[in-house]
């Protein structure tokens, strides 16, 4: 048995090797975020620092956890997806010997054992791949997360002996997994079917199938009414877990798609021989189509349906933040000369508002001396009457007139995390002062966020004002020049002065910029990998499935050219499906952010990143064009009549 | 014409008081397709393929000939009917009792070869005995591959094969396992004439010298004549039944069949 599997082996090695590829960047992938998860976590501040120092280091290093995090998640996702339906479809492709074997007296059992026997060998290979090459992504990924500040620099992740275990134990297990449903259903080929040639299985929708998309598709459907009900902070990663389910459930109903896009093509080229054929050809091949279509799906769902939650509440926060500031003018100035900024001319209105660094303990949570419940946070310094003046904001709770002398509002933050609610004291340290105050106001959350606490002024000790930075919020007397009153704040207060306009449009920018930052990391090294398994699809169906077809094409009168011509149009009407199915699950995940960002904040906006999209249809069609145009060039540079004959 | 014992009913009288028939079909239909566009392949076909003998069917295409071969090995399920293989009714067989059939019982030979392509000759020949969890030695692949004329090719691909070699191939993977019943589906439909008859000259003396049954299903009258009778099938019914068949013999009633 085992030998058989070694020859087919040399055989078909672009089968094997694009499964041992896929298992191989997989396990990398993993290996390589789960390391860096874990010397994050376990990541010490140096000695010799400040508590503040300290807690907002720890603090900088927690936002790479959860970053790193879902970054695992999703590569642990991915690789199960990929793996399987790799497998799952080079077990169909090979539908015809293992009937043959069905025929020479082989039973279930020896088919199921040979199937599983070979995915542990491939698996294993692919591990042994995978293990060195998830140590240089490992370095790559981590250069990218100092490099966009998620952890400091000098960080290097080391290689922990357990890992190997775990590498081999998700290597052998996706690999077996994938194989496990396929080899069953490998198990019920008919000893007949090996006289039918190569032939796709007459039913690719079976029950199970229908069970599993109708399965994936509700839990989508659900996730997208739960995040209807959260903060727009938690619907974000419910969002990536609605893409993930819709792409799964999508590609496992693609084969429902694929003939309708069959015949439209057929609709098209109606009087174009190659095109007919090929629409044909799309028809016929369902699974394999399906099979190239599937990581198109998942890549550009998770592409435009991530890009676009991320683009989309970017765009809400603009414009809540616009619609939010009542001021004229943001001057940004050092703290300690910001006073000056209420007696220049023609200004009406001036918020000065310091954020200051502190510390904050929860008592009620606390374990150890040591600051075991301790986190650092920033509250913002204000003078409550200017601020309800340069803010249209209303607290859910209290009222911020009573933000006077010991006291603090919870900022709409975090101000749902921290598990505080009206009435609580909260213990804080802003230098060396150590303070108590209680909640007298809770501010509603924004889509753009803010400070932790609002603390009123003349609370913060004046050693940490000299080094902060204030941020004055000005209006102008009515009928005054904004421009020119900025002109005058210029001459009075070192400092920039912005257009409210502006300043919203930094602020964007600013934020946009950080999400990209933590998308490049959570999606840079998936989307390559699921444009790997939509290539390897390609080249995998050409070499084994479709030599002997295209020989008997060219028998039949079509030139190599038009042989060609037909491939590539066939790969582009699948990568179609894909953009458009993946199109599907996009736009699902957008409309459920939007549906989260209108209950908070009253604006309901989808924002498309265009220039991702675009680049993303024109690089699918492109790269599965080439790949469709190099593999089926190859698989008909030799003479069609040595092709068509027997094996 | 040396054509005898023209007989159309489906059962000779003859074979009653002989042996066991290796294969015996009892009314056996096969029906494709739904009611509307339903097609009888096998339209009440009764009969029964004699032990150590050699019986060849003929008859135009589409008149399920192939669905006969099929169903008489348990390949394909009928849809009414009996199908006994060395006495036992296989109608309701479980997949296990079937693969054991293949494995110990019958062999199949087919007009495009079926071997496995990623394995040499000696390898495709040796694959029944391995799955059936036997050890084979190399030497008795070759030794049935030398029995079929073959010996210098025994580490050759199938591709490397001609198509005579091929079906050779197959017939010697078919030998293997000594099989009590072979089931040919036209073995020289793809060969030339030599090498027709030396896959033929085969097949006869697996059913003289080691009292093997053969069912062979073929178009050419001049294969025919190399088996011990013929049954004609017309639309999926047993229309004539000859023994000692000639070719010419064998193409006049084929004729008359087509007409
Ligand atoms: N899987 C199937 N589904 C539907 N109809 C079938 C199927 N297999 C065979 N048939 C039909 O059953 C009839 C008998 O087919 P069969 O293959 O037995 O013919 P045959 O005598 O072997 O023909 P040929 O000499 O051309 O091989 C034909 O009309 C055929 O169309
Ligand atoms: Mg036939």
């Known amino acids: ?647 | 014409m040396r054509m005898m014992n023209t007989d159309l009913r489906a059962e000779p009288a003859a074979t009653a008081t002989e042996n066991l028939p290796a294969v015996e079909l009892r009314g056996v239909r096969r029906t494709y397709g739904k009611h509307g566009t339903a097609v009888n392949a096998l339209d009440g076909v009764s009969t029964r393929f004699p032990d150590a003998g050699w019986t060849a069917v003929m008859g135009p295409s589409g008149s399920g000939k192939s669905t006969l071969l099929h169903a008489a090995a348990g390949l394909e399920s009928v849809t009414s009917g009996e199908v006994l293989l060395a006495g036992t009714d296989i109608t309701a067989a479980s997949d296990e009792e079937l693969t054991s059939l293949r494995r110990d019982t019958i062999g199949f030979v087919f007009q495009n070869f079926n071997l496995i392509g990623s394995l040499t000759a000696e390898q495709n020949v040796a694959l029944p005995l391995r799955l059936g969890g036997q050890r084979v030695s190399t030497r008795d692949a070759r030794d049935v591959l030398a029995s079929v004329g073959l010996a210098d090719r025994s580490r050759h691909r199938p591709r490397e094969l001609s198509g005579g070699q091929r079906q050779r191939v197959a017939i010697a993977r078919a030998m293997i396992t000594r099989p009590a019943v072979l089931f040919a589906d036209e073995p020289t439909g793809a060969l030339d004439s030599s090498s027709a008859k030396s896959v033929l000259a085969l097949l006869r003396d697996m059913v003289d010298t080691s009292g093997q049954s053969i069912v062979m299903v073929t178009h050419d009258p001049a294969a025919a004549a190399w088996a011990d009778s013929v049954l004609f099938l017309s639309d999926g019914r047993i229309v004539d039944h000859a023994h000692s068949p000639t070719a010419p013999g064998v193409a006049e009633r084929l004729a008359a069949l087509e007409v």
């Open chain 1, 1 to 647: 048995m085992l030998r058989l599997s070694a020859s087919t082996f040399r055989e078909q090695w672009q089968l094997f090797l694009g499964s041992i590829l896929t298992v191989a960047i997989g396990v990398a992938l993993v290996q390589s975020s789960l390391l860096i998860l874990v010397t994050a976590a376990t990541l010490e501040a140096p000695a010799g620092l400040s508590t503040l120092e300290r807690a907002q280091l720890m603090d900088s290093y927690a936002l790479a956890i959860p970053v790193v995090g879902i970054t695992l998640a999703l590569a642990l996702f991915l690789t199960i997806f990929i793996v399987s339906s790799t497998f799952a479809f080079t077990v169909a492709q090979r539908r015809r010997d293992l009937a043959l074997l069905r025929l020479t007296g082989g039973n279930r059992k020896q088919l199921r054992k040979l199937l599983l026997g070979e995915a542990a060998l491939l698996g294993l290979v692919g591990t042994a791949l995978g293990v060195p090459l998830g140590l240089a992504l490992m370095r790559l990924q981590s250069q990218l997360l100092v490099m966009f500040g998620f952890l400091p620099a000098g960080f290097r992740p080391g290689w922990q002996h357990w890992i190997f275990a775990v590498s081999v134990g998700i290597g052998l297990g996706v690999a077996l997994a994938g194989v496990l449903a396929a080899s069953r259903r490998a198990g019920r080929v008919r000893p007949l079917d090996a006289l039918r040639g190569t032939g796709d299985e007459a039913r690719v929708m079976t029950a199970s199938r229908w069970f599993v998309g109708m399965v994936f598709l509700a839990v989508a459907v659900a996730l997208i009414i739960v995040a209807q009900s959260v903060d727009p902070s938690g619907a974000m990663p419910l969002m990536m877990l609605v893409t993930l389910a819709a792409a799964v459930g999508l590609s496992t109903l693609s084969p429902l798609v694929v003939p309708v896009f069959g015949r439209v093509l057929g609709l098209l080229f109606r009087k174009h021989t190659i095109g007919t054929l090929a629409a044909a050809n799309v028809r016929d091949g369902v699974r394999r189509n399906a099979a190239t279509a599937a990581p198109l799906i998942m890549l550009v769902g998770l592409l435009v349906g991530l890009l676009g939650t991320s683009f989309s509440s970017t765009a809400a926060s603009e414009q809540t933040l616009h619609r939010d500031t009542a001021a004229d003018l943001v001057v940004t100035s050092p703290a300690d000369e910001a006073h000056r900024i209420p007696g220049v001319q023609a200004v009406a209105n001036a918020s000065v508002e310091v954020d200051v660094p502190l510390v904050m303990t929860n008592v009620e949570h606390e374990e150890d001396a040591l600051g075991g419940a301790m986190e650092s946070g920033n509250a913002r310094v204000v003078d409550p009457d200017d601020y309800l003046r340069a803010h249209r904001v209303q607290p859910v709770a209290g009222s911020l007139e009573q933000l006077h002398g010991q006291a603090v509002a919870l900022g709409p933050g975090r101000s749902g995390e921290l598990g505080y609610s009206i009435g609580d004291t909260v213990h804080l340290k802003i230098g060396d002062r150590q303070l108590q105050l209680p909640i007298v106001a809770v501010l509603p959350t924004t889509p753009y966020g803010g400070p932790d606490l609002l603390l009123p002024k003349g609370i913060a000790p004046e050693s940490v004002l000299p080094s902060a930075t204030a941020q004055t919020f000005v209006s102008t007397v009515q009928g005054a020049d904004p421009a020119a009153v900025g002109d005058n704040i210029r001459t009075a207060v070192p400092g920039t002065v912005d257009s409210v306009d502006a300043w919203v449009q930094q602020q964007a920018a600013a934020e946009q910029d950080t999400q990209l930052r933590i998308f490049t990391v959570l999606l840079g090294m998936a989307s390559l990998y699921a444009l790997f398994a939509a290539i390897n699809a390609v080249v995998v169906i050409t070499a084994a499935d479709r030599r002997s077809e295209f020989a008997a094409a060219r028998l039949s009168g079509l030139t190599r050219r038009q042989v060609v011509r037909m491939a590539v149009l066939e790969s582009e009407t699948v990568t179609a499906i894909g953009i458009l199915l993946g199109g599907v699950a996009a736009t699902g995940t957008i409309l459920g952010m939007r549906g989260a960002l209108e209950r908070m904040s009253g604006v309901g906006v989808v924002e498309l990143p265009w220039l991702a999209i675009g680049a993303l249809v024109a690089g699918a069609f492109l790269v599965v064009g080439l790949t469709s145009l190099w593999t089926a060039r190859s698989a008909t540079r030799m003479s069609p009549i040595s092709l068509v004959s027997d094996e």
